[in-house]
């Protein structure tokens, strides 16, 4: 186990997860500029590690996941660049989640709102304490959750979000399970070990197999379904050539788990 401890991110790597705590708990694990930023620059050292295949971000204190921006930075005498700026960098660290060559999965305990709750969607997958809870709530100080919108609308139907950004109200975990922005509720004393169970079980696979599908899966999404079987077509060589795909199907054969060579041998393009 190898664990560095940061000012804003705690950093904890077990073999082919590696774990994010979003460590400002006394400001609600809020993401003040400089968390944005760190966490972005953290992905993107991650993103070009191939012994990692899962990553899981979490909120350190257990009693609020992300609250969101820090509306602390946001006083009523920034001007519209400063908004425009902090909303840019925000969302390039929600799509580097997107593009990130490993599985990010959200262990979400106590609350998620505004981009917090945006985190929770953009991950691929996201295990929630029975006890959390969820939140758009801009519109009760007369802002609408607009980028948390974006987020949101590519994880949860259309009447469920409008539900949320238009009434601002705090949901039960139920209801996030109900609706499709967590995978999973775990009772608050299992919630680590059983997002531990599945960042495991995923990062047992092939590292390359695991980029090759997620980046497949999203792009396909934006695609007319015949463009989407074309594109998917195309990419089934590609994945049967490669050496985990032989090797996997070896293994299958031979009653034996196989032994990945993963993304170290994947020639990016």
């Known amino acids: ?4 401890q940061q000012d804003l991110l705690i950093k904890r790597q077990e073999g082919a997860v590696c774990y994010l705590t979003l460590n400002r708990p006394e400001s609600g694990n809020s993401l003040s500029r400089a968390m944005i930023t760190e966490l972005h620059k953290t992905l993107d050292e991650l993103a070009t ?3 990692i295949n899962v990553i899981v971000i979490g909120g ?28 840019s960098e925000c969302s390039a660290m929600m799509q580097a989640i997107l593009k990130q060559p490993q599985i990010v999965i959200a262990s979400v305990e106590g609350i998620a709102t505004a981009a917090g709750c945006q985190l929770v969607a953009t991950c691929d997958l996201a295990i929630s304490s029975e006890q959390a809870k969820f939140a758009t709530p801009g519109v009760n100080i007369g802002l609408w959750c607009l ?17 949320m950004l238009a009434g601002g109200r705090i949901h039960d975990a139920n209801f996030a399970f109900r609706i499709g922005l967590v995978n999973q509720l775990a009772k608050a004393n299992s919630l680590t070990s059983e997002v531990k169970l599945l960042a495991d079980d995923i990062a047992s ?7 090759l599908g997620k980046r497949a899966l999203y792009q396909q999404m934006e695609m007319t379904v015949s463009n989407a079987y074309e594109y998917a077509g195309e990419l089934v060589a590609r994945n049967m050539l490669h ?27």
Not at 1 to 4: L, P, T
Not at 60 to 87: M, P, Q, W
Not at 205 to 211: P, V
Request: aromatic share 8%.
């Open 205 to 211: 696979k092939s590292g390359y197999t695991l980029a």
């Open 1 to 4: 186990m190898i664990e560095v």
């Open 60 to 87: 350190a204190g257990g009693r609020i996941f992300c609250a969101g921006h820090d509306l602390r930075e946001f006083d009523v005498n920034k001007d519209a660049e400063f908004y425009s700026t902090v909303s």
């Open 147 to 163: 980028t948390p919108m974006v987020g949101l609308s590519r994880t949860i139907g259309r009447k469920h979000l409008m539900q």
């Open 243 to 269: 050496p985990d795909a032989k090797e996997g199907i070896k293994g299958f054969l031979e009653k034996r788990e196989p032994s990945w060579q993963g993304r170290k041998s994947e020639e990016e393009d």
């Open 49 to 51: 590690n191939a012994d």
